[in-house]
């Protein structure tokens, strides 16, 4: 069955060091990945995205996630993490023109 | 048994004609989510309820109205459907730290 893990319910980290929210999947073929974040009352806003090339991919507030093929992970990282960057992140992978999400990992950055 | 569910998986439907999709969560969650996947697989929030009250009522059409009857089902009234309209809708609810997606309704207007 096609799915999405995020293995941690919440990472949490401090201001200045970087960050890693992992994520895996089980998808056949080649995925489109996505990471999706969720501020407090607010729904889910788009940080990026995966279809082909460069493994590396940069998104929005300054965000990138690792595509790794033969680990089937799609982990998302800062250089330096932001205490305003505390916040729910989800994965998710399209299968069948339809996103498959994880459930969620609470990112706390503090001061 | 499935946490979120929503019915139906597919709707096809002609230009103008009024559909409704059902959401029924059994997580015991206060808060629902409606989400629309565009063509570029990008989900947007459509609205949210907690407890049976609309908190989030982004920029949708008004043809699209939901509907809360209590806090374990959201359902999605559509009027007078347009092509645009086609899309595949998420239904969501959260509690915390965790959301919780169903599978979607990939609605087609012909």
């Known amino acids: 069955a096609q799915s999405v893990a995020q293995p941690e319910d919440q990472v949490n980290v401090a201001e200045g060091n970087p960050l890693t929210v992992k994520c895996t999947y089980s998808v056949s073929g080649n995925p489109y990945l996505f990471w999706y974040v969720q501020y407090p009352n607010r729904g889910l806003q788009f940080l990026l995205k995966y279809i082909t090339g460069d493994n590396l991919v940069k998104g929005s507030y300054g965000f990138e996630a690792e595509f790794n093929k033969s680990q089937t992970s799609f982990h998302l990282k800062k250089p330096s993490a932001l205490v305003s960057d505390s916040a729910l992140y989800f994965c998710?992978?399209?299968?069948?023109?339809?996103?498959?999400f994880g459930t969620g990992t609470r990112l706390q950055v503090f001061p | 048994d499935t946490a979120v569910s929503q019915t139906p998986k597919y709707l096809v439907t002609q230009m103008g004609n009024d559909k409704s999709i059902k959401c029924e969560q059994n997580?015991?969650?206060?808060?629902m989510y409606w989400y629309k996947q565009d063509s570029k697989k990008f989900l947007k929030i459509m609205f949210s309820?907690?407890?049976?009250?609309?908190?989030i009522n982004e920029t949708v059409p008004n043809r699209f109205s939901p509907k809360s009857p209590d806090k374990a089902h959201l359902n999605l009234h559509i009027n007078s459907l347009e092509l645009g309209d086609s899309a595949v809708y998420f239904c969501a609810s959260s509690a915390r730290e965790k959301l919780f997606f169903g599978s979607g309704t990939q609605l087609s207007v012909l």
């Open positions: 998710a992978v399209e299968f069948t023109d339809k996103l498959i």
């Open positions: 309820y907690n407890n049976k009250e609309l908190i």
């Open positions: 997580l015991g969650h206060d808060t």
